[in-house]
């Protein structure tokens, strides 16, 4: 299957904006610092995603991304469909020149299992993820690790500035 790093951030960060949606608007950076996806990339997903009308941007201090409608509205093959990225098992990039401009004996068989899969992602929500035990886990851990490296960042600078 053919779902490069492009598709998974923009699944992953649409998660990550789903399970702390509670919080307001998220920003960009604190997913990035959350997901270890670079700050660049994520504007541009993000851009396609508000052009996808997937998220909204909210603009000003406390300002960030929001999910456009809710989580169990949005599915994660419409977050793939937003950035551009095909769900392709062919070997041809679905182009049905597998074999020096012929089509193999194969081709059919996975361009059936690219559909099965893009069907799949059609019915698995972002609400679906975030109930799941291990995203919540995994999320809590996130935000542990991102709040202790807060603190230590906050309590650096009140050193700094008593020196």
């Not at 610092?33 to 997937?54: H, N, V, W």
């Not at 392709?88 to 074999?99: F, L, S």
């Not at 935000?143 to 020196?163: F, P, W, Y």
Request: hydrophobic share 35%.
């Amino acid at each position: 299957m053919r779902l490069t790093t492009k598709g998974r951030y923009a699944v992953t960060a649409m998660l990550d904006l789903a399970l702390h949606k509670n919080q307001g608007p998220v920003s960009l950076a604190d997913i990035s610092r959350r997901q270890a996806i670079s700050l660049s990339y994520l504007e541009q997903l993000f851009a396609k995603l508000r052009r996808g009308s997937l998220v909204s941007s909210v603009r000003g201090p406390g300002g960030g991304y929001e999910l456009q409608r809710g989580s169990e509205a949005i599915f994660i093959a419409e977050i793939v469909d937003a950035v551009n990225e095909s769900i392709d098992t062919t070997k041809c990039k679905g182009a049905g020149d597998c074999q020096g401009g012929e089509t193999c004996l194969t081709h059919y068989l996975w361009e059936d299992l690219s559909e099965q899969i893009h069907a799949f992602l059609e019915g698995i929500s972002l609400a679906d993820l975030v109930a799941k035990n291990e995203v919540k886990r995994i999320s809590q851990k996130q935000d542990q690790k991102h709040l202790i490296a807060n603190e230590n960042v906050e309590g650096s600078r009140v050193l700094a500035s008593s020196l």
